[in-house]
């Protein structure tokens, strides 16, 4: 775990059938320096926790920029989002 532009990369552990957890920092080293308890650490987790169509829009923007990427490599500059959508097999149907 480390720090990276002022976010704290840690861990946090979560109890399996609580609703607590720990949040736990190494401070770059290869055992836990910091601990804390957080209480309702769960309701934290699934209120920021990524939903199914985010992760698909997630997937369907990468896979387009992918593609204008690869069309940019051959010059190619006239496409439509019709012609994406039929390369990648893309549905737009979250």
């Excluded at 010059?75 to 990648?88: C, G, N, P, V």
Aim: net charge negative; hydrophobic share 35%; with cysteine.
């Amino acid at each position: 775990m480390y720090e990276d532009k002022n976010a704290y990369h840690c861990i946090m552990l979560l109890d399996e059938y609580g609703e607590d957890g720990l949040l736990i920092e190494a401070e770059g080293f290869d055992y836990p320096r910091l601990s804390m308890f957080v209480p309702n650490a769960k309701s934290i987790y699934e209120r920021y926790q990524t939903s199914k169509p985010e992760l698909k829009l997630h997937d369907m923007i990468k896979d387009t920029v992918e593609k204008i990427a690869e069309l940019a490599h051959t010059d190619k500059t006239d496409f439509t989002s019709a012609d994406m959508r039929k390369q990648r097999h893309i549905s737009l149907n979250l």
